[in-house]
């Protein structure tokens, strides 16, 4: 055993000696970047210390976004003090969480062929209580049955019977290893609170910011296993406002600057050195506009930005009741669900 502990500690530090660092610089980022055509055309601005947002605590003033938009943060001088950023992240949260104030289904869509269907008996709790997320694809027969939550809490999903793609059934619900590190991101969420919808529905991400909170606190480095008392990670993050598409955005900017660098950029396939997510919010109801990905890897390979997200969550529309159509493809759901669990089928206590 003791031979079997030595051996992966060994080949750890050899993937870490292979893993050259490039320190993160202004300039380096600043040089041979762009931005979309529909973006303005100034050279990003290195990150760097600005003016604080007045006496901002954690938790936003009442009148936050519009001290935000008339404090003239820009790209060139935008706000980075960890304290105001926390609170302006909160209040993005619960910006988003605004667009959920009645009962009843909302529909929003991740690209155009992705589906969504929640609903709220109690909206102020920002717990849906149904849920469905279907999938539409030119490729696809009929529209497709992801996943589906139902009122008592089950929750099921599915796969396709065969390659025609036209019918599907239920399958046992996963269940992660709890012997492997970070299973606890795969186990199913303890409630359906928004801030959980990417659980249900991938890339879904909605009203959660908690990570990136930690990470302006200072709590989150992701530890070093050979030198625990060293960070992985540096992170550094700014916002403004800026002009997407002719309305006033927010946009905030986050670099993860990788101090021991081995993850794989999925554009160069080298180890990645630091890379940029930029979002684009909107100021009416927060969801992400755009996104933009930049960075670089150790050997020096600064990649273009690129977007590689369609609109997610697309508009959000509410429903008193779901259309009919749509309430047969949840009714013959349940009944397939339920079948599946007398059957024998389904067991998420396993």
């Given at each position: 055993?003791?031979?079997?502990?030595?051996?992966?500690?060994?080949?750890?530090?050899?993937?870490?000696?292979?893993?050259?660092?490039?320190?993160?610089?202004?300039?380096?980022?600043?040089?041979?970047?762009?931005?979309?055509?529909?973006?303005?055309?100034?050279?990003?601005?290195?990150?760097?210390?600005?003016?604080?947002?007045?006496?901002?605590t954690v938790e936003p003033s009442q009148n936050f976004w519009e001290d935000f938009k008339n404090a003239g943060y820009t790209k060139e001088n935008p706000l980075t003090d960890p304290k105001s950023m926390t609170a302006l992240l909160?209040?993005?949260?619960?910006?988003?969480?605004?667009?959920?104030?009645?009962?009843?289904?909302?529909h929003m869509t991740c690209g155009e062929e992705e589906i969504i269907w929640l609903h709220f008996s109690e909206p102020g709790t920002h717990i849906f209580d149904q849920f469905l997320w279907?999938?539409?694809?030119?490729?696809?027969?009929?529209?497709?049955?992801?996943?589906?939550?139902l009122k008592d809490g089950t929750y099921g999903t599915t796969r396709f019977t065969d390659e025609s793609m036209s019918d599907y059934v239920f399958v046992p619900p996963y269940v992660p290893d709890r012997n492997i590190i970070g299973w606890e991101e795969y186990a199913r969420p303890e409630d359906s609170h928004l801030k959980n919808l990417?659980?249900?529905?991938?890339?879904m991400q909605f009203g959660?910011?908690?990570?990136?909170?930690?990470?302006?606190?200072?709590?989150?480095?992701?530890?070093?296993?050979?030198?625990?008392?060293?960070?992985?990670?540096?992170f550094e993050y700014k916002a403004w406002t800026d002009i997407y598409e002719g309305q006033e955005v927010l946009v905030v900017r986050e670099l993860t600057d990788f101090l021991v660098p081995c993850g794989i950029s999925s554009i160069t396939n080298e180890v990645e050195d630091y890379k940029v997510d930029t979002f684009f919010y909107s100021l009416e109801d927060g969801r992400i506009l755009y996104q933009l990905d930049e960075g670089a890897d150790v050997k020096g390979t600064i990649y273009d930005p690129y977007d590689s997200y369609p609109p997610c969550p697309g508009p959000i529309t509410h429903y008193d009741q779901l259309p009919p159509e749509i309430q047969a493809i949840y009714d013959e759901a349940e009944a397939r669900l339920r079948q599946f669990i007398a059957e024998g089928g389904y067991d998420e206590n396993r």
């Open positions: 055993m003791k031979k079997k502990i030595l051996l992966l500690f060994m080949l750890f530090a050899l993937v870490l000696a292979g893993c050259g660092h490039t320190e993160f610089t202004p300039e380096a980022f600043q040089a041979e970047t762009s931005v979309p055509s529909n973006l303005s055309s100034d050279p990003i601005a290195p990150f760097q210390s600005s003016p604080e947002l007045g006496e901002e909160t209040a993005l949260e619960e910006l988003q969480y605004s667009n959920f104030d009645q009962p009843g289904w909302y279907l999938r539409d694809f030119p490729i696809y027969p009929n529209i497709h049955v992801s996943s589906i939550l990417e659980w249900f529905m991938l890339n959660n910011y908690e990570v990136a909170r930690r990470r302006l606190r200072g709590e989150d480095g992701l530890p070093n296993a050979l030198y625990p008392e060293k960070d992985r990670m540096r």
